[in-house]
């Protein structure tokens, strides 16, 4: 009964963990660029002196979904969509480096490159990007950003940097409590991507599917309801066996 009791309590509090991670993933359903939280439950021995008897039921994070998200047209000169495998290169609030697919970048009032939520963009050479006066912008394919400077005529381009852009798979990367992904503990930095990296003009949005994280939610709760009727029953027949014990 103890280990009945156990494993029905650990598995409750997975649960509850799941449900906060697909509540996470609805909550960013239209957040540009925002890849799923995968979640899952795995068994766990129960350390500690005894027989090893006792499993429990452990709530873990499986990393992000890799797979894209829907692109949308904007006609943005600033907006940009990365091909699969490429992080925009920016910067933490704490300073690091850190990556991400937000393309929705944005010029400051002080000429910095950020994006939509006002992350620092990075260049080539791992330096905040600043954009000089301009009248228009433009980004090519291998993330170099042109400009043609104010009072300039049309036809004169200048150079002012380039995007640093990465290539990782998913899976190489972790996300941090900042929500932004950064490389895992140990593994070396990814490497510089070159050629076509981006798409300018077009936005990638959220690759979460809310069709099936509702659906995850309806299915976590029912999964929680019957762990906690497991525990009831588990109580009431301890109660039961109390009352036997007492009586004779």
Do not use: C
């Amino acid at each position: 009964m103890d280990k009945s009791l156990y494993i029905a309590m650990t598995g409750a509090s997975a649960t509850l963990r799941a449900q906060a991670g697909v509540a996470h993933n609805l909550a960013n359903a239209d957040t540009v660029g925002f890849q799923a939280t995968l979640t899952g439950t795995v068994a766990a021995p129960v350390a500690g002196p005894g027989l090893p008897s006792r499993v429990a039921t452990i709530g873990q994070s499986m990393g992000v979904s890799g797979a894209a998200g829907a692109i949308t047209t904007t006609g943005n000169a600033l907006d940009v969509a990365l091909q699969p495998g490429h992080w925009l290169a920016v910067q933490d609030s704490a300073g690091g480096v850190a990556y991400t697919r937000a393309g929705d970048l944005r010029v400051s009032q002080n000429g910095l490159l950020t994006t939509g939520s006002g992350l620092p963009v990075l260049d080539a050479s791992g330096a905040p990007m600043s954009i000089p006066p301009h009248d228009s912008v433009q980004i090519g394919g291998d993330g170099t950003v042109s400009i043609v400077p104010q009072g300039q005529a049309a036809s004169t381009m200048a150079n002012a940097g380039r995007l640093q852009i990465v290539a990782a798979q998913t899976r190489d990367l972790v996300r941090g409590e900042d929500g932004l992904m950064h490389a895992a503990p140990g593994a070396p930095a990814p490497t510089p991507a070159s050629g076509s990296v981006l798409t300018a003009g077009v936005l990638e949005g959220s690759n979460v599917d809310g069709t099936g994280m509702l659906v995850s939610m309806i299915q976590l709760a029912r999964q929680f309801e019957m762990q906690v009727r497991v525990l009831h029953s588990g109580d009431e027949s301890a109660r039961a066996a109390n009352t036997l014990l007492s009586s004779r």
